[in-house]
């Protein structure tokens, strides 16, 4: 479980760094690829684990997925450009 949350706070972390350190469209795109390997992270410890983490679990991924689509949009948007 501390894997799972520590995994998430990476992945909003980075998130975070990406948008204060953007220089171009390519840069996010970095990012989001690396939140798309942290979600098939995500599903392979919870499938690993056999177990819902009071829901936690869930809604960690769910926010992961936000994340995710988010970067896309905004890589869209700064190609755009």
Not at 8 to 36: E, M, P, Q, T
Not at 60 to 78: C, K
């Amino acid at each position: 479980m501390k894997k799972t949350f520590a995994i998430v706070a990476f992945c909003l972390s980075l998130v975070g760094a990406a948008f204060a350190y953007v220089r171009d469209w390519h840069d996010l795109d970095a990012v989001h690829k690396h939140i798309n390997d942290a979600i098939h992270e995500m599903e392979r410890a919870r499938a690993a684990n056999h177990y819902d983490m009071a829901g936690h679990g869930k809604k960690a991924e769910d926010l992961m997925r936000s994340a995710e689509r988010e970067l896309r949009l905004a890589v869209d948007a700064a190609k755009a450009e």
